[in-house]
């Protein structure tokens, strides 16, 4: 059964920076590199939303509007794991941030079949 787990969240002041990781464990078929994978948020009281994808070579990325310029996804295919760097952290980043996989890079929550458990970010004023 495919897994993933993140790591790296935490409570940072704003203007900080965190990196989240998610590893994959038991990929389907033995190949992560096959996974398009993204990052999702949900802040308390709102729906999920898309932050970040990744293909599966890394070769494209996408991001939300919000997070452009201050956020990375990046890959690294040899340790089955997704890394987001956040940079100039903001009170409204504060979220759990879900890594998922799925066959396409899409910003569609509906399009990742495999997803985590979730790690916390808090971003103080």
């Known amino acids: 059964q495919v897994q993933l787990a993140e790591s790296g969240g935490g409570l940072v002041q704003a203007g900080g920076s965190l990196s989240l990781s998610c590893t994959m464990y038991?990929?389907?078929?033995?190949?992560?590199?096959?996974?398009?994978m993204a990052w999702f948020r949900q802040a308390p009281g709102k729906e999920r939303e898309f932050v970040a994808t990744?293909?599966?070579?890394?070769?494209?990325?996408r991001y939300a509007d919000s997070v452009k310029g201050r956020f990375t996804i990046s890959r690294d295919n040899a340790k089955n794991t997704v890394h987001l760097q956040m940079n100039n952290l903001k009170p409204e980043d504060t979220a759990v941030y879900f890594c998922?996989?799925?066959?396409?890079?899409?910003?569609?929550?509906?399009?990742?079949?495999?997803w985590g458990q979730g790690t916390q970010v808090t971003v103080s004023t």
């Open positions: 998922a996989g799925g066959r396409h890079t899409t910003t569609m929550l509906r399009s990742y079949d495999v």
């Open positions: 038991r990929p389907s078929g033995g190949t992560f590199g096959s996974y398009a």
């Open positions: 990744i293909a599966g070579l890394g070769r494209s990325t």
